[in-house]
């Protein structure tokens, strides 16, 4: 797996798993009738930001992408913030991990102090685990923060890591 850049040939690739999780409507606090225009406005960003796809080495399909970015302005600019998506259909092979530590390293390497993420979905177990293990800490949680479509009103976690 090789994690790169992404660039304007690789959004119809993201597109389809990046709608699918949306609309599913499970772990991301975006509408789930997004539609693509706006989809492709928010994920695919312009520098300070930064977008990224993980690849499969053998035949170069889109595995995931992430996108990170300052997670404020101003005299808060040195916190990131990052948002992964991983193709349903390759997941369980490490490429949320792989992307994990891509955008940390991206951070540490670009000056950033800390990394925070602002709303992990409390349901979304897999995901609290794995940023867990990469050193995340939950330092907060918005009690019924988050509508979701089984399990009703779940909490949102603030997960913070400092780099």
């Known amino acids: 797996m090789t994690i790169r850049d992404a660039t304007p040939a690789d959004w119809p690739a993201i597109w389809p798993f990046l709608h699918e999780i949306v609309a599913a409507g499970e772990t991301y606090t975006l509408e789930r009738d997004l539609d693509e225009p706006s989809a492709r406005a928010l994920w695919m960003l312009e520098p300070p930001g930064r977008t990224v796809v993980a690849v499969d080495d053998g035949d170069g ?3 995931g992408s992430a996108k990170m970015n300052p997670n404020h302005r101003g005299p808060a600019a040195h ?26 390293g991206w951070a540490r390497d670009s000056g950033y102090r800390a990394m925070q993420f602002n709303a992990v979905v409390e349901t979304n177990t897999r995901a609290v685990a794995l940023w867990r293990s990469l050193g995340f800490e939950v330092i907060g949680t918005l009690p019924e923060g988050f509508a979701h479509p089984t399990e009703g009103y779940v909490g949102l976690h603030i997960m913070h890591r400092r780099l």
């Open 61 to 63: 399909t889109v595995l």
């Open 79 to 104: 916190v990131a913030s990052a948002s992964f998506m991983v193709d349903p259909r390759h997941g369980r092979r490490g490429v949320g991990r792989a992307l994990g530590e891509h955008v940390l």
